[in-house]
Each structure stands twice: as structure tokens, then as C-alpha cells.
């Protein structure tokens, strides 16, 4: 058997230990894995306690909205119906499609990610437990803010895809838009801390032996997941960002008159908004083939053909974000392109389509509340994948789009590839976190009320666009055939409104809150999230030697409570999770992980203060709370990265593990490279948008400034970098006084910043204005974005200076000084090619 | 493991970049079937050399991984002939 790390794989055998466990062992695990209590209940970073939290407040948003989907549906019952003003009625279905793609959908299966994977990959917590606490706190915080909104008629009102130019300043003159932009891009980086954390969690905080070969479906999913929010995310950020500085600042980057293009703004939407469809989907598809081998009582058929697709779908569904616009007029070609893409992308759906068909059909499934829900939703599922399929055809598409027939299409999807599994999931895993599972009798009726509910509300509604009525129209005149089928599709979603308040009475009546008194497997799943857990997930972390361990080894369970297995206590005294190597789970290190804090609790409330504040123009009060976000999270932060007492500690079975890692194999390392990912990815849309405006409208470029500024550009760019890497070299000789290191990387941020201000200076002097034409705005905005990495850069020096300071920079390497060291030329990399790319495109030509 | 699906990924890409900066020419038509060609071409040698890595590889981990490039190369070469096809179009 080779090896990934060096590690020897025959010391699995191991295991179960034989020999009993010492004293008080078990005791001190619970003192220091336990949560606070009361008030300070809110300090508490467990998974378990985040993840509920989050799945709580995810729900919550999911009541929320489909409150305003009642009020609409009644609004659009009959013909002139004065219940909801038009402007009313904007903002209603504007908070509908926003609330439900970004406060619930997204964050519910992140949340549902936080709250299962560490159980089912035996981690004692996902790796950054303090940012999973970060990212409920701001979306919770945020969330609630932005949806207040709509009580003081300031909620959003440009549709949840907030097209310029009815966004822009003169179609949209109020404050109205902006809460949307910055509301959704505040609550983006929520959603990609969460991210991160989930990749990390999945690649390296597997429990020992589970190669990726035996890695549960559900973590598949949710890798493809996390990975897609990296690279789609970070469009709509820009996007927003862009503008929001159209809006605030005059920059015209999507004002044709002046340079820019609204369909760029189409463009950075769709490249985000179409992949999110398959963000939502994939984690709730996971969810499905979990839940199906336990429900059909059979292992999942197909189970590397459903890897395969979620890799294809991750893949495919960045191809296909001009189906969104294929009406606008674009080169025939690339409407075949995207025609085909968009086909293409329903085959990896298909072949978990069909890997959960024969599942079932192959065991023996039980008529109970999760298998009806499974089933209704891939009921519901394919007939929207079909209607999918159908509006990808291009002829077909310019007949139905932007009417009815579009928006009972989404539903379809929507509810069935995402809510439907999401439902089965609430009663397949209650048994995990409540004292009682869910009512049976009660979760049959729910399910029955919910999916005639929804077929009564969208099937007619197809028809209703075929007979032409279009979408987001508040009202309609008498007599142009559409009142029987709106009338039926209102019936419909009370219908389903029903089915929704039945679970919230058995929620009500059944769910409490236990980490340790659970109902159990219910359903008999056969993956490690059913092992006996407590705060510290599982008492010991098992040798995984297949994809079901506690169907094949019916000892598991007793073994693992027993500690016969890794990390049975707290050798360190701290709290502590193994990480392993990726590939094939290779034990490599013990990571102290950081416990309760207040500080990523007021970080979030301050981030959320900045930008709500931000939205209603109080500039000064947001300074401050940016400032004081930014005090938090520097705060939480000390408190990590230090080496402990012992050096390296026995994990069990005599193996021994070390206790602090440097390079480029630890958990710090991989969140950075996934950061930087996010960072690059902004930086190449910003170059696609500067691109894009020169191919639309070459007429407005003007001569970059003189080619002799890239001679001292170059040069601070390329010092800074190379200052980085001459301190971390520094860092590690003996001879070296520990104040050099610091003092290089003090002015390599220097000399960034001098590099950022010179060529504010030189365009200035080119007489460049972003406020003139689309390649002023662009090149202001690849400057604006290098000043800021270049502030976070000044930041990270300071801090290093002040744990320097402090004695917390060690030798030969730490892992603080190495992430910075990494920012740093990933900055200088990026205004290297920014800087050459502005001036020599179209300059050189 | 998923160079058939990064090979979609970069002919999906050229291919619109193809499209975009020469609308409606015939260049268009010609650089899109080349780089189609060379799609498959790539493509089928990930086949190849995913069939061979899968047969010499005795051990769990590796078969697998093999398998997983194998497929992925598959449905890539399908994904890029389809992805093609709207050249032929009138």
C-alpha cells in the first residue's frame, strides 16, 4: 500500500486499541470541549451550535419570503387587485428572489454543511471554527437588517438581478438599490468564509483511512459546492462593486453614452448567477444520495458516476451564463455555444437522476416522510429540468422569456432540487441534534400539502406565460384569459403555506435542542454523523475502511465511545482536531483549534454595521464601525497561531503527532491559496470588464501615460515581492535579529503603497478621469482594488510587528509571518499584471 | 484526475473568446472546428492514458483516481464534439 505523506498505513491495524483508557480522560475532553453557558451561550463557535443557528436563521428568512410570495400571489389572484401598490409590489418581488437565493438558499445548505460535515468526516470541528461563527453572525446580523428594510419602504425594487440601467442613478434615484448592492455583497463574503471553511474542513480534517475513494457523497457535494462559491462569487461581488461605484461616485461602467455597457453588468451577474442555481442544487443533490441508501436501505448505485457529475456540473455550469441573454443580441455563434452548454450541463443531473432511481428500485424503501419528500422532489425536479432543457433551445427561449412560464420553470427546479431535499434532510437528521424526532403522521401530511401545493401553484403557471403574461407586472386588465389560472396558482401556494405551518407545529411540538441526548438514527444512515457524539463530536476518531463504517462494522460505535480509537482525550490540554493529507487521509498533524470568543461575534456586528451604515450615507459612524470590525477581528486572530507546551503528542495506538507545522501542508496555508483564489478571481473580471468595454466601444480609449512610468512601477512591485521573500528567508537564520524579518516585510507593504500612489499619479497626469469614460472607470477600479489589498497588506505588517513584539514570530518558520509573506506577492503579482495590462492593451497595439 | 473536464473548460472558453472577437466571420467557423479537433484529440489522449494508468495501478486509491480521469475524459470528449456542433449551423 503506497503512501501520501510518508506515513505508514499498516498502523491502522491498530486499531481498536485493546488496553482501557486512563481516568478522567473522558471528563477533561468534556471540560474542554464545553460551551458556554447563558448569555455567553452567544460566544460559542461548536459546529453543533453554529450550524443550528445558522439552519435556524436560514428558515426563518425561507418563512419570511414566502410570506411576501402569499401577498403576491393574492395581489396577482385577480385581474386590478389594489392590495400591493406598484411600487410596493417592486419591492416585494425584488425581496422574494433576493431573501430566498441569498438569505435562504445559499446559506441553508452552508449551514447544513457546518452542522453535518465535522460529524461525518469525524473532525472534532471544521478547522476555523471562529470564522464559521464570523459567518453566521454577519449573515444573521445583515440579513435581518436588509430584510427591515422593506418595513420603511426602502427595500430594493430593481427585480433580484437589479439590471442597469433601471438601477442605475437616474431610473433608480433612492437608496432603494444600493441596500441591494451592498446588503448582497456584504452578505457574499459571509457565504465565502463559510466556503473556505468547508474546503479545508473536507480536504483535510477527514477522519484517518477515509481516502477520497470512501469519502461520503454528502462531502463530494459539498467540495464541488464550496469550490464553485470561490469562483462564482466573486463576479457578483465585483459586479456590485462596480455599480455601486456608478452610483456613489459617477464612474460609467455600464452607461453606454459614456464608455460603459449595461450588458456588462448582465455578463458578471449571470457568470454568478447561473452557477448559483447549481450551488444550490449540488449540496441539496448530496443530501439526496445520502439519504437515499439509508431510506432504500441499499448501497448508493453509482456512487462514482454521481463524483463524476458533480465534478462535470461544477465544471459545465460555468459555460452556460448567456442562456440568461439570449435575447440581447449577441454574436450568433456564441448563442449556439451557450444553446449547447446549456443542454449539456442537464446530463451530469441526469445521471444522478437515474443513480437514485435504480437505488431505490434496487432496495427496499420505506413509505416515510423523507423517501416522500425525496421522491417528490425528484418529481418535481425533472419536470423542471425539462422545462430547462426547453428554454435552453434558443427559438423557444425568445418566445417564453420574461414570462410566467420562466418563473414556473425556477420553481420547479428550485423547489425540487433544493427545497423538497432540504425538507427531507429536516427529518432524516432531527434525530441528530433534537431529544424527539419528527412526527411521522405529521411530516406525511406536511409533505402531501406541500407537493400538491406546488403543483396546483406552478403547473397552470406555465400556462399563464404560454397565454403571455409576463413576469414581475403588479396587476392585469380583465379578459385577457389569465384570471382561472392565477386564481389557481394562488389556491396553490396557500396550499403549500398549509403544509409549511404544519411542520413549523411539529417543530414546535417535537424539536429540543441536545448535543448529547439525541433521538438517534432514526432512519439508519450508514455514515459517521449516526456515531454516539457529544460537544466534542465523536469521543475517538475511527479508521475509515469503507463508505458506510457503521453499516460494515457494527462494533464502531461502541468502540469509538469507548476511545479505542485517534485523539480519545485532549493530550494538549486545548481544543484539537487531526489534520490529514488530502488525498488519502493521512494522519499529518494535530491542529490546536481556538475555543468560544466574543470578538468574531462583535467583528460581525460591526462588518454588518459598516455597511448598512455605508447604505444610508452616515459616512462617519461606518468609518468607525469599520474600524472597530477591524479591531475585533485582529483581536480574535491573536489569540492564534501559537505553539504549544508539547512539541508532539501520542494520538492513540502510540502514534505520535506534531503539535505545530509550518508550510505549505497546513490548514493556515490552504485557507490563504483559497483566498487568493477569490482575490485573483475578482482581479480577472475586473480585466474581462476592462476588456469587454474596449471590444464594445473602442472610441472612448484615450493613450495610456508615458511608457517610462513602467520602469519605477515595475521596480516597487517587483522589490516588494522580493523583499517578502528575502525576510521569510531571513527568518530563518539564527544570525538574523528577529526585528529584520518584520522590518523587510514593513517595507516591501511600503514600498506596494508607493507603487499604488505612483500610478494613481501617472494616470492623473494622463488626464484620465473615471467619471469621463468606461476605460477610466476600469483602470480607477484596478487601481482602487490595488490600494486596497495594499492597506490590507500595511495592516498585516503592523500586526506582525505586533506580535513580533510580543515574542509570538518564532523561528525557524511561523506560520503568520508565511501567510503574510504570501499576500504579499500575490499583491505585488497582481498590480504587476494590472499595471501591464492597462498600459500596454490597447497602448502598444 | 479532472484534466478531461479542464480541457472542456478551455475549449469552452477559446471558443467564445472565438466568437466574440470574430462575430458572424467565417475565421470563427475555422478556428472553432480546429480547436475542437484539438479538444478531442486531447481528450482522447486522456482516455488513453487513464485506461493504461488504471490497469497498471493494483492499488485502491490509484484505480480509482484513474477511473475518475477516465470518465471525466469521456464525458469531455462527448461535451467538446457537442460544444462544436454549432458550426454547422447555417
Known amino acids: 500500500m503506497s503512501s501520501e505523506t510518508g506515513f505508514d498505513p499498516t498502523l491502522y491495524a491498530r486499531f481498536p486499541t485493546k488496553e482501557d483508557r486512563p481516568e478522567g480522560e473522558l471528563e477533561e475532553l468534556e471540560r474542554v470541549w464545553k460551551a458556554p453557558t447563558g448569555w455567553s451561550r452567544l460566544t460559542a463557535v461548536n459546529n453543533n451550535y453554529v450550524g443550528v443557528w445558522y439552519i435556524g436563521t436560514a428558515f426563518l428568512f425561507f418563512l419570511l ?17 389594489g392590495i400591493l401598490p406598484q411600487e410596493t409590489y417592486n419591492q416585494f418581488f425584488t425581496m422574494h428572489g433576493t431573501v430566498m437565493m441569498f438569505l435562504f438558499a445559499v446559506p441553508a445548505v452552508e449551514a447544513i454543511g457546518i452542522l453535518l460535515l465535522p460529524q461525518m468526516l469525524a473532525a472534532r470541528d471544521l478547522p476555523f471554527p471562529r470564522l464559521s461563527a464570523y459567518a453566521f453572525w454577519a449573515y444573521f446580523v445583515g440579513g435581518l437588517c436588509f430584510f427591515a428594510s422593506l418595513f420603511v419602504g426602502l427595500a430594493p425594487n430593481g427585480g433580484w438581478f437589479m439590471y442597469p440601467p433601471l438601477t442605475s442613478m437616474a431610473y433608480s434615484p433612492g437608496i432603494n438599490a444600493d441596500f441591494w ?32 475513494d470512501k469519502m461520503p457523497i454528502f462531502a463530494w457535494g459539498m467540495l464541488v459546492f464550496a469550490v464553485m462559491i470561490v469562483i462564482a462569487f466573486p463576479a457578483i461581488i465585483l459586479g456590485t462593486l462596480l455599480l455601486e461605484l456608478e452610483r456613489a461616485l459617477n464612474w460609467p461602467f455600464f452607461d453606454p453614452t459614456r464608455g460603459g455597457d449595461p450588458l456588462l453588468w448582465q455578463h458578471l451577474f449571470w457568470f454568478f448567477g447561473h452557477p448559483e442555481v447549481y450551488i444550490i442544487f449540488l449540496p441539496a443533490a448530496a443530501l439526496v444520495s445520502t439519504m437515499i441508501p439509508a431510506l432504500a436501505r441499499t448501497p448508493l448505485i453509482g456512487h462514482n458516476l454521481i463524483v463524476l457529475a458533480f465534478l462535470a456540473t461544477g465544471f459545465i455550469s460555468f459555460g452556460v451564463w448567456s442562456h440568461h441573454m439570449f435575447t440581447t443580441g449577441m454574436p450568433r455563434l456564441s448563442v449556439g455555444f451557450f444553446s449547447a452548454a446549456s443542454m449539456a450541463v442537464s446530463v451530469p443531473a441526469g445521471i444522478q437522476v437515474f443513480s437514485w432511481i435504480a437505488t431505490l428500485a434496487a432496495g427496499k424503501p420505506r413509505y416515510n416522510t423523507p423517501t416522500l419528500f425525496v421522491v417528490g422532489g425528484l418529481v418535481t425536479f425533472v419536470i423542471g429540468g425539462l422545462t430547462g432543457v426547453m428554454v435552453a433551445m434558443v427559438p423557444f427561449d ?6 410566467h412560464f420562466i418563473v414556473a420553470h425556477l420553481h420547479y427546479v428550485l423547489i425540487g432540487g433544493m427545497v423538497f431535499p432540504m425538507l427531507a434532510a429536516f427529518y432524516f437528521w432531527m434525530g441528530m441534534t433534537s431529544r424527539r424526532a419528527l412526527s411521522e403522521r405529521l411530516g406525511k401530511w406536511t409533505f402531501w400539502l406541500m407537493f400538491a401545493g406546488m403543483q396546483i401553484t406552478f403547473l397552470p403557471m406555465h400556462l399563464t406565460g404560454f397565454m403571455g403574461m409576463p413576469r414581475r407586472v403588479y396587476t392585469y386588465l380583465p379578459g385577457r384569459s389569465w384570471e382561472i389560472t392565477n386564481m389557481i396558482s394562488t389556491v396553490g401556494a396557500f396550499i403549500i403555506a398549509a403544509g409549511v405551518a404544519v411542520l413549523l407545529f411539529d417543530l414546535a411540538r417535537k424539536f429540543r435542542f441536545t448535543v448529547k441526548h439525541d433521538a438517534g438514527n432514526v432512519y439508519g444512515g450508514g455514515t459517521l454523523e449516526w456515531l454516539p457524539t457529544g460537544l466534542y463530536s465523536v469521543r475517538s476518531i475511527p479508521v475509515v475502511r469503507s463508505r458506510y463504517p457503521v453499516w460494515d462494522d457494527p462494533e464502531l460505535g461502541d468502540d469509538v465511545q469507548q476511545g479505542r480509537y485517534f485523539l480519545p482525550g485532549a493530550p494538549t490540554g486545548h481544543r484539537e482536531t487531526i489534520i490529514t493529507s488530502p488525498v488519502r487521509a ?16 462583535f467583528a460581525a456586528v460591526f462588518t454588518a454595521g459598516f455597511f448598512l451604515l455605508l447604505t444610508v450615507q452616515a459616512y462617519t459612524p461606518a468609518i468607525v464601525s469599520g474600524v472597530l470590525a477591524i479591531m475585533a477581528m485582529i483581536r480574535w486572530l491573536w489569540e492564534t497561531d501559537r505553539p504549544v507546551a508539547m512539541d508532539e503528542v501520542d494520538v492513540g495506538g502510540g502514534i505520535c503527532l506534531p503539535t505545530y507545522v509550518t508550510g505549505s501542508h497546513t490548514h493556515g496555508w490552504w485557507a490563504m491559496i483559497i483566498l487568493l483564489v477569490v482575490v485573483g478571481m475578482i482581479f480577472l473580471m475586473t480585466v474581462f470588464s476592462y476588456l469587454y468595454l474596449y471590444v464594445i466601444h473602442p472610441q472612448f480609449w484615450s493613450p495610456p501615460p508615458d511608457a517610462l512610468w513602467l520602469a519605477p512601477l515595475l521596480l516597487g512591485y517587483g522589490g516588494a515581492a522580493a523583499l517578502a521573500v528575502l525576510a521569510r528567508r531571513l527568518l530563518g537564520r539564527e544570525k538574523t535579529t528577529l526585528w529584520t ?62 506580535r513580533n513584539s510580543r515574542g509570538l514570530v518564532v523561528r525557524p518558520r511561523n506560520n503568520t509571518f508565511d501567510l503574510i509573506t504570501i499576500f504579499i506577492i500575490y499583491t505585488a503579482a497582481q498590480g504587476i499584471v494590472g499595471t501591464l495590462l492597462t498600459r500596454l492593451f490597447p497602448g502598444a497595439l | 484526475m479532472m484534466g478531461g473536464l479542464l480541457v472542456w473548460t478551455v475549449h469552452f472558453f477559446a471558443i467564445y473568446i472565438v466568437a466574440s472577437v470574430f462575430p458572424g466571420t467565417d475565421l470563427a467557423r475555422i478556428l472553432t472546428s480546429l480547436l475542437t479537433l484539438a479538444g478531442l ?31 471525466s475524459a469521456a464525458i469531455s470528449f462527448v461535451a467538446v464534439l457537442w460544444q462544436g456542433f454549432p458550426v454547422v449551423l447555417a
Request: hydrophobic share 55%.
Open chain 1, 741 to 802: 524579518p518584520p522590518t523587510l516585510m514593513g517595507i516591501a507593504a511600503l514600498a506596494l503603497l508607493v507603487s499604488v500612489l505612483l500610478e494613481f499619479r501617472s494616470w492623473v497626469d494622463a488626464g484620465l478621469n473615471p467619471q469621463l469614460s468606461g476605460q477610466g472607470a476600469t483602470v480607477y477600479a484596478f487601481m482602487s482594488l490595488q490600494a486596497l489589498l495594499t492597506g490590507v497588506t500595511v495592516l498585516m505588517t503592523v500586526y506582525l510587528a505586533a
Open chain 2, 41 to 71: 484529440g486531447a481528450d482522447g489522449y486522456l482516455l488513453w492514458w487513464a485506461a493504461g494508468a488504471m490497469k497498471a495501478s493494483g492499488e485502491e486509491v490509484q484505480h480509482w483516481k484513474a477511473l475518475i480521469a477516465a470518465m
Open chain 1, 398 to 403: 425568445w418566445q417564453a422569456h420574461d414570462t
Open chain 1, 586 to 601: 493521512e494522519p499529518q498533524y494535530l491542529q490546536i483549534m481556538p475555543g468560544p470568543t466574543v470578538w468574531s461575534l
Open chain 1, 181 to 212: 448592492l451592498l446588503g448582497i455583497g456584504f452578505i457574499e463574503i459571509s457565504a465565502i468564509a463559510g466556503a473556505i471553511e468547508i474546503i479545508v474542513g473536507v480536504l483535510r480534517t477527514r477522519a484517518p483511512g477515509m481516502s477520497l
Open chain 1, 65 to 81: 419570503a414566502g410570506v411576501l410570495a402569499l401577498v403576491m400571489r393574492v395581489q396577482l389572484a385577480l385581474p386590478l387587485v
